[in-house]
T-cell receptor
């Protein structure tokens, strides 16, 4: 149980285009989902917290107009990287917390974004 | 911001040896968790230790937590080549469920 999927696993896009990444909790409902970014050989940095039915909360330094987050249902959150640039190339990982349970997060397998 | 610092940053050992990784953090926590990440892959949850626990075991893994020193250690006994990966500690704090990851230790187990 407690499986989180991400789609796509890898994506290559051209500079200036937008890319959408999906994060799904497959066997549980998740009121809260989190988006992380990881640069090569570095740790995970929390980008934003996504709450179902409300606006996402962004960490300091993360551009909310560039990284659009939508959490329209209890099993799906999406991250859209708008007008992507090469410096946005990174590994994006989502996690989800089962509704009503604190301090447990289940991580997706990640999405490798390459902007050319 | 990353509040967890891990050491060593890299560790290379022979198969069969034990590997110890340490994690220090700065603020009060609810629990601390250890994760493994193979190169370019997602995170695999290894073990969770709550703030009122001092030691926990899971198979070949042993985790300790010293809240007075704000530190934790992960011991992998009888290491295997398949244990080669990066290991991260993550602290859960506050009612907001915010997770902060450590800088990670890259472990290489040589067959």
């Amino acid at each position: 149980g407690a499986v989180v999927s991400q789609h796509p696993s890898r994506v290559i896009c051209k500079s200036g285009t937008s890319v959408k990444i999906e994060c799904r909790s497959l066997d549980f409902q998740a009121t809260t989902m989190f988006w992380y970014r990881q640069f090569p050989k570095q740790s995970l940095m929390l980008m934003a917290t996504s709450n179902e039915g409300s606006k996402a909360t962004y960490e300091q330094g993360v551009e909310k107009d560039k990284f659009l987050i939508n959490h329209a249902s209890l099993t799906l959150s999406t991250l859209t990287v708008t007008s992507a640039h090469p410096e946005d190339s990174s590994f994006y990982i989502c996690s989800a917390t089962p509704s009503g349970i604190l301090y447990e997060q289940y991580f997706g397998p990640g999405t490798r974004l390459t902007v050319t | 911001s990353q509040q967890g610092e891990e050491d060593p940053q890299a560790l290379s050992i022979q198969e069969g040896e034990n590997a110890t990784m340490n994690c220090s953090y700065k603020t009060s926590i609810n629990n601390l968790q250890w994760y493994r990440q193979n190169s370019g892959r997602g995170l695999v949850h290894l073990i969770l230790i709550r703030s009122n626990e001092r030691e926990k075991h899971s198979g070949r893994l042993r985790v300790t937590l010293d809240t007075s020193k704000k530190s934790s250690s992960l011991l992998i006994t009888a290491s295997r080549a398949a244990d080669t990966a990066s290991y991260f500690c993550a602290t859960f704090s506050g009612g907001y469920q915010k997770v902060t990851f450590g800088t990670g230790t890259k472990l290489q187990v040589i067959p």
